[in-house]
């Protein structure tokens, strides 16, 4: 099957500063998204991103399709920043279902 | 509009019973999907349901399964319950099979098992 490999697994920022997360895949996608999973669970989209660019405040994301990865941008991070990050990929054959990463925890320190 | 509603947001069993969870997706959402997430396999896909049918099915034992209603609300039941099977299950809406616009999650399901 797939595999999704997320890094770094654990990451510890100053508030304020800047970070990436990657996450790299072995095939190819239908569709790929970036989540944060906050501390009651939920896992909230960020982005819907198969391919190319968006932006959103102060979180962007770029997914490279052809090269099989994808980052997830976050400036100027905030405590509220912290928690997990997940990206998951549907494979085209795996029928329609998420395949996750096992996520990066983000720590923002004030 | 709403987003995706699960209850109950925390539950109890004991070893041996059963457990109903519900999900109701977004309106005029159709594929309903349930995730499992443990500290120790991370989070799991168990099935997706689109107009009433299971079209995927994860690798989880006959003690797991589910259903949709015709207004696309879903449950999912768990028989003869594990200490194992405590877990965070996570219900997830999309338009339709294959999701081009995303997957949307509820806040999940809490079910601990003693």
């Known amino acids: 099957g797939i595999q999704v490999e997320q890094s770094p697994p654990d990451l510890i920022l100053q508030e304020g500063a800047n970070s990436t997360l990657r996450c790299n895949f072995s095939d190819s996608v239908n569709n790929l998204q970036w989540f944060h999973q906050n501390p009651w669970g939920q896992l909230i989209n960020l982005f819907y991103i198969p391919s190319g660019t968006k932006q959103n405040g102060r979180l962007s994301a770029t997914t490279v399709a052809t090269e099989r990865y994808s980052l997830l941008y976050i400036s100027s991070s905030q405590t509220t920043d912290s928690g997990v990050y997940f990206c998951a990929v549907v494979w085209a054959g795996y029928g329609n279902k998420l395949v996750f990463g096992a996520g990066t925890i983000l720590r923002v320190k004030s | 509009k709403a987003g995706v509603t699960q209850t109950p947001r925390y539950l109890i069993k004991t070893r041996g019973q059963q457990v109903t969870l519900s999900c109701s997706p977004i309106?005029?959402?159709?594929?309903v999907s349930w995730y499992q997430q443990t500290p120790g396999q991370g989070l799991q896909f168990l099935f997706e349901?689109?107009?009433?049918?299971?079209?995927n099915k994860g690798n989880f034992p006959g003690r797991f399964s589910g259903r949709q209603f015709s207004n696309s609300r879903s449950e999912m039941n768990v028989s003869t319950l594990e200490l194992g099977d405590s877990a965070l299950y996570l219900c997830a809406s999309s338009m339709g099979p294959g999701a081009l616009s995303g997957y949307t999650f509820g806040s999940g399901t809490r079910l601990t098992v003693v």
């Open positions: 309106s005029g959402h159709r594929s």
């Open positions: 349901y689109f107009s009433e049918t299971q079209r």
